[in-house]
T-cell receptor, first 110, second 113 residues
Framework: DGGITQSPKYLFRKEGQNVTLSCEQNLNHDAMYWYRQDPGQGLRLIYYSQIVNDFQKGDIAEGYSVSREKKESFPLTVTSAQKNPTAFYLC?????????FGEGSRLTVL | AQSVSQHNHHVILSEAASLELGCNYSYGGTVNLFWYVQYPGQHLQLLLKYFSGDPLVKGIKGFEAEFIKSKFSFNLRKPSVQWSDTAEYFCAVKGRSQGNLIFGKGTKLSVKP
């Protein structure tokens, strides 16, 4: 089935460690996105990429990094510089008119 | 800068009650508008969208939304809610020349059986 696969679904890490969240899509979409969802805050854009080898910062990019070496893959690294990394992370891809979301990755930093 | 405001944080209704969730946006140009829903334990999915044409848009599961340009609003409605509509609802806007969607903070809907 076509869709977006995020892994892992749950992740626990110690403070100070970098963490990479995986996002893979087989929808052949050019544009991909990372959002962070916190209770009462809605979805806030971290990074997005409209084409391979290119990406732009969103509203809350500090402490995060991404790469887009392949069309189907858009991994997100949560670095130790991110002050409040515990959150639910959503990856999405878009065709004109609609965002398709993965099931999310819940990161807890202990 | 674009922004989206959803008026209610948490709405509690009884089954068969009518629903209206408010959404206002700020953006100076032409926009595309969306409502997404997140059922408990599930991923976000599109309820409905407006690009152009008839400002009254019908979506899945009996939902509809009306785009009122003069009020910068895109309110979501359903005449009679069911317990299965319990979810979090997000309004989103995308400027035509922009590459990303801006989301509101969401409204939790709880429907009592």
């Amino acid at each position: 089935d076509g869709g977006i696969t995020q892994s892992p679904k749950y992740l626990f890490r110690k403070e100070g460690q970098n963490v990479t969240l995986s996002c893979e899509q087989n929808l052949n979409h050019d544009a991909m996105y990372w959002y962070r969802q916190d209770p009462g805050q809605g979805l806030r854009l971290i990074y997005y990429s409209q084409i391979v080898n290119d990406f732009q910062k969103g509203d809350i990019a500090e402490g995060y990094s991404v790469s887009r070496e392949k069309k189907e893959s858009f991994p997100l690294t949560v670095t130790s510089a991110q002050k409040n990394p515990t959150a639910f992370y959503l990856c999405a891809s878009m065709v004109p008119g609609e965002l398709f979301f993965g099931e999310g990755s819940r990161l807890t930093v202990l | 800068a674009q922004s989206v405001s959803q008026h209610n944080h948490h709405v509690i209704l009884s089954e068969a009650a009518s629903l209206e969730l408010g959404c206002n946006y700020s953006y100076g140009g032409t926009v595309n508008l969306f409502w997404y829903v997140q059922y408990p334990g599930q991923h976000l999915q599109l309820l409905l969208k407006y690009f152009s044409g008839d400002p009254l848009v019908k979506g899945i599961k009996g939902f509809e939304a009306e785009f009122i340009k003069s009020k910068f609003s895109f309110n979501l409605r359903k005449p009679s809610v069911q317990w299965s509509d319990t979810a979090e609802y997000f309004c989103a806007v995308k400027g035509r020349s922009q590459g990303n969607l801006i989301f509101g903070k969401g409204t939790k809907l709880s429907v009592k059986p």
